[in-house]
């Protein structure tokens, strides 16, 4: 009598585990992939005209446009209701510290593009900027 009452509480137990418990790890997966498959929502900046740090007697200029990547359009919202004047702030000063060689090759557009992402989150906080993309570029 007792082997059978075992083994068919083992199955039931098995069987809950297997077919009707949900995988916490799968959930977490689920989640993150609605999050992916939203389209992601692109917030303009105004254009940005700053002299960069010079030694000689020419002044070099950089005139950019960035877009900032953010998850819907309610942060993109609050992104240019509140928050623009402090990034665009935090933006001037970086970029204003940067030398014409900072700015040659991809290399350094792409420590300038990590560094404004770096800013523009502490800056926007609690809004998550997802990415800075570089619409214009022109350091003359």
């Not at 075992?6 to 916490?24: E, H, I, M, R, S």
Request: charged share 30%; glycine share 4%.
């Amino acid at each position: 009598i007792l082997l059978p009452v075992l083994l068919l509480g083992g199955g039931g137990a098995a069987a809950y585990f297997l077919l009707l418990k949900k995988d916490p790890q799968a959930e977490a997966s689920a989640a993150d992939a609605a999050k992916e498959a939203a389209p992601p929502v692109y917030s303009e900046m105004p254009k940005l005209q700053v002299n960069l740090l010079t030694t000689g007697k020419r002044a070099n200029y950089l005139n950019l446009t960035l877009w900032l990547e953010v998850a819907d359009e309610a942060d993109a919202n609050k992104l240019k209701d509140q928050m623009l004047p402090r990034i665009t702030d935090a933006f001037q000063i970086y970029l204003r510290s940067l030398r014409i060689d900072d700015l040659q090759g991809a290399d350094g557009i792409q420590r300038m593009r990590d560094e404004l992402l770096r800013r523009a989150r502490d800056a926007a906080k609690p809004v998550e900027i997802k990415d800075v993309l570089i619409k214009e570029m022109l350091a003359q």
